[in-house]
């Protein structure tokens, strides 16, 4: 008698069990492999010497599938504004945003889709630096 | 009492621990799916924090810092929209930990070059602002403005040069934006051009104002693949 009841109780809590394990797991189905984060390469634009501003990119990488960044970044308090460019592989160019704190620390970040060939960074008045592969190990 | 069914009464505590243990499991088994469900669905709201390396959606979303979810909504071109806050992630243009902000599409329509923009950083004058120009394959555009205002701040607007106005509340950076306020704008077809200024309570202009001309040029050469500085 009492070894049919831990019997049914052991049945429920298997079943319980396998509640459980869905659950848990449920939520790491939806997952792709863990991303690997790093930063790529940078380059900058120089005028009469002075770094005037710099263009970086950031990336996470999902197998052989990456996510990217560029950050455009202000360097230099001379009132000429700074953004940076991205190429991705078969599109044309597009720019990011303006940095919108001048030299301050931090950047304008913007997220493009595809595959990240090259970056610059462009300056008002200074002109644009040259295009960066992205340095991705 | 008698127990009908003939056994120590004692006997049954071990089943109906081992039941409430099991119960708590799928408790806590189903918080957990859920959450993390939720946030891989793109299911949250403001307030929710999406772990560092959390997956997102799309997954390119994905950053190694916590995010904090600040707004949310949606919009006819873009499609739904998440505005964050986060941590600086370290590049070789800004260090880790400085504030940022940021607007990304859940479900961006296809041929848009861009998933998200924002900033890390503090803006002169606690006002500052970003743009996300969306395209489409079809030929549709839209223009998202994000950006801080000063702490305080009830609303910012957008006036063209011909006197059109659009106006958007702000919204509370809260405890995870130590910034200030922050807002969301979708600029209305047919404005090509603007200034971007805040206002007070009262309906007072700051004392800063932001030439938009930028966010505009910046859709137009998306439009068109691609321009050159």
């Known amino acids: 008698m009492v070894s049919m009841r831990v019997l049914a109780l052991a049945r429920r809590f298997a079943v319980l069990l396998v509640f459980v394990t869905t659950f848990l797991v449920a939520g790491h189905v939806v997952v792709p ?102 340095g991705w190990p | 009492m008698t127990d009908h069914r003939g056994s120590d009464p004692t006997e049954r505590e071990p089943g109906r621990r081992l039941s409430r243990v099991a119960l708590a499991l799928v408790v806590a088994g189903c918080v957990a799916g859920a959450g993390a469900a939720a946030a891989a669905s793109g299911v949250l709201s403001v307030g929710d924090v999406i772990s560092a390396g959390e997956p997102s959606t799309p997954p390119e979303h994905e950053l190694s810092v916590d995010e904090t979810v600040l707004a949310t909504g949606s ?92 106006r958007v509340a702000t919204r509370e950076g809260g405890a995870a934006y130590e910034g200030g306020d922050v807002f969301v704008m979708i600029v209305p077809p047919g404005m090509d051009q603007g200034e971007l200024t805040y206002l007070d309570q009262d309906g007072t202009a700051g004392s800063k104002s932001i030439d938009a001309s930028g966010f505009f040029d910046r859709l137009q050469a998306v439009q068109k693949g691609g321009a050159q500085d």
Not at chain 1, 40 to 46: E, I, N
Not at chain 2, 105 to 116: R, V
């Open chain 1, 33 to 134: 492999a863990t991303a690997h984060y790093g930063s790529g390469a940078c380059t900058s634009k120089y005028h009469d010497g002075i770094n005037r501003g710099v263009a970086c990119n950031r990336y996470a990488g999902f197998g052989n599938h990456y996510a990217n960044w560029i950050d455009g970044c202000d360097r230099h308090s001379d009132g000429w504004r700074v953004r940076a460019w991205g190429n991705v592989v078969g599109a044309p160019a597009i720019p990011g945003d303006w940095d919108p704190n001048g030299n301050n620390e931090g950047c304008a970040n913007d997220q493009l889709w595809g595959h990240l060939e090259n970056h610059r960074i462009c300056v008002e008045v200074a002109g644009c630096s040259g295009w960066q592969p992205h």
């Open chain 2, 75 to 166: 919009t006819p071109v873009a499609g739904p929209w998440r505005m964050t806050t986060h941590q600086s992630e370290q590049s070789g243009g800004q260090p880790a930990g400085l504030p940022c902000i940021r607007l990304v599409l859940t479900d961006p329509p296809k041929g848009t070059p861009l998933g998200g923009s924002g900033f890390c950083g503090e803006v002169g004058q606690g006002f500052g602002a970003v743009s996300l120009p969306v395209v489409t394959d079809s030929g549709e555009a839209e223009l998202l403005i994000l950006g801080q205002a000063p702490e305080g701040a009830a609303a910012v607007r957008l006036t063209s040069a011909d006197g059109a106005t659009v």
